[in-house]
């Protein structure tokens, strides 16, 4: 699996997929490290493990499509074949979904299908649920939809707030993640319907 991952700016995600096929227990080589953020702190740990990075801003195109033709060309060039989205900031079209198809992945901190969006940790607290967690999905057309690779679970404690929540399930997520890329990468993945069968590692 050739590794494309789009990051807007911490980079964490993106810190434990590399963390994973330094030790073997993903099997992929991460071809580009893409942000639209020049500032990404993800950036420099791409560049701690040696990973070759880009930089195409959002800004200046006349729509998203335009914009994400642009990041379609660097990924191809770099021989990318499946993208990871990782606290990538854009709302992807068509274009890019298209040029990768089924091979465009997302993590999202919440459960879906509840709390898509911005701020699932805090929509989670909001809500007062007692179980949060995490999801890797297939991204179609929607904002933090299409079918579900796998889930994590953990639990809403009562003194949690959005800060120690959150941190409970970027742990989890930085399990998930690589675990669900490699299901990926060894092709134990197919999906039927609307179900994604083999992805829960
Ligand atoms: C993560 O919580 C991820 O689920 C969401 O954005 C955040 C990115 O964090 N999509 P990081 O940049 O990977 O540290």
Do not use: W
């Not at 200046?60 to 499509?65: D, F, L, T, V």
């Not at 993590?107 to 509840?114: D, N, W």
């Not at 991204?139 to 994590?152: L, M, N």
Request: contains cysteine.
């Amino acid at each position: 699996m050739d590794l494309g991952i789009l990051i807007s700016g911490r980079g964490s995600n993106l810190e434990a997929i590399l963390e994973a096929i330094g030790s073997g227990k993903l099997d992929a080589r991460a071809r580009l490290v893409l942000s639209n953020r020049p500032d990404a702190a993800g950036l420099e740990i791409a560049r701690r493990h040696g990973v070759p990075t880009a930089v195409v801003s959002h800004r200046g195109h006349s729509s998203r499509e335009a914009f994400d033709a642009l990041v379609v060309a660097r990924l191809r060039e770099a021989g990318v074949t499946t993208v990871a989205l990782a606290g990538f900031d854009r709302i992807v079209s068509r274009v890019l979904i298209d040029a990768f198809r089924g091979q465009v992945v997302n993590i999202h901190p919440a459960l879906l299908p509840a709390f898509p969006g911005l701020h699932a940790q805090r929509q989670a607290l909001e809500y007062g649920v007692r179980i949060a967690g995490a999801t890797v999905h297939f991204v179609d057309e929607q904002t933090d939809h299409g079918p579900i690779i796998a889930q994590a679970a953990v639990p809403v404690r009562d003194d949690d707030d959005e800060a120690s929540l959150s941190a409970r399930i970027l742990s989890e997520e930085h399990r998930l993640y690589p675990a669900a890329l490699q299901q990926l990468a060894c092709g134990a993945v197919r999906i039927s319907g609307r179900r994604v069968i083999g992805g829960q590692p």
